[in-house]
């Protein structure tokens, strides 16, 4: 049973506007949470994370927001750059953010069209 | 330069010759984990470590051995390659827990094996 789901394979947004990728997840232990950023032929990159005891995590261009009633996080991108064209992942942790056991969903490819 | 380093890049094997892919990380991290993608299936966790000779299984274990006796290096050993094995592979590194610095796995650039 996936425990992290990315449910939207791609999304296409035009530069200059926002892009929101959607992540829910089904074990309440997840205290962690984190987005990463895949180029092709290259590893994912961090890009941002928050805890369970936030709801809202800001820089720069990124934000994640954590519905921990709904277990749902988002992460919004704004404004949006070709450069930002990439495959994002969701990814959760618990034990207090211990990295030994990262779980992945299945990731989101962002298209933004200039 | 901060980096996890894996090799080779690219290995086109045949079934049931044993094999070997290297990491090496140079950030004394604690945490070291790898991971395969596979298309439509996203990153799956194999095996992790969470320090020298401290080691566990991930999501994907099967047909996979790793050892960690040096903090540095976290090879990942396919005793016997199928071809169900053919992906694409991540070694990454990390401290041990997200709080203390706010940041997430570093990941090698890949390993896209073969196995024919």
């Known amino acids: 049973d996936q425990q992290v789901k990315q449910n939207s394979p791609s999304l296409s947004v035009q530069e200059g506007r926002i892009s929101i990728l959607n992540c829910d997840y089904t074990?309440?232990?997840?205290?962690?949470f984190l987005w990463y950023k895949k180029y092709p032929a290259e590893g994912p990159t961090f890009l941002i994370s928050?805890?369970?005891?936030?709801d809202k995590n800001e820089d720069g261009r990124f934000t994640v927001f954590l519905n921990k009633s709904a277990k749902h996080l988002s992460l919004h991108i704004v404004p949006s750059q070709p450069g930002d064209s990439a495959v994002y992942f969701c990814?959760?942790?618990?034990?207090?953010?211990?990295?030994?056991?990262?779980?992945f969903g299945k990731g989101t490819k962002l298209s933004v069209k200039p | 330069e901060a980096q996890v380093t894996q090799n080779p890049r690219y290995l086109i094997t045949v079934t049931g010759k044993k094999l070997t892919v290297t990491c090496s990380q140079n950030?004394?991290?604690?945490?070291m984990s790898w991971y395969r993608q596979d298309p439509g299936l996203g990153l799956r966790q194999i095996y992790y470590?969470?320090?020298?000779?401290?080691?566990d299984k991930g999501d994907v274990p099967e047909g996979y051995k790793v050892s960690r006796k040096e903090k540095r290096n976290f090879p990942l050993i396919l005793e016997s390659p199928s071809p169900n094995q053919t992906s694409l592979y991540f070694c990454?590194?990390?401290?041990?827990?997200?709080?203390?610095?706010?940041?997430?796995?570093?990941f090698g650039s890949g390993t896209r094996l073969t196995v024919v």
């Open positions: 990814a959760a942790s618990a034990y207090g953010g211990s990295q030994g056991n990262l779980i």
């Open positions: 074990n309440s232990m997840f205290d962690y």
């Open positions: 950030m004394n991290h604690e945490y």
């Open positions: 928050i805890s369970s005891i936030k």
């Open positions: 990454a590194s990390s401290l041990s827990r997200i709080g203390l610095a706010n940041y997430g796995y570093t």
């Open positions: 470590s969470m320090n020298v000779e401290v080691t």
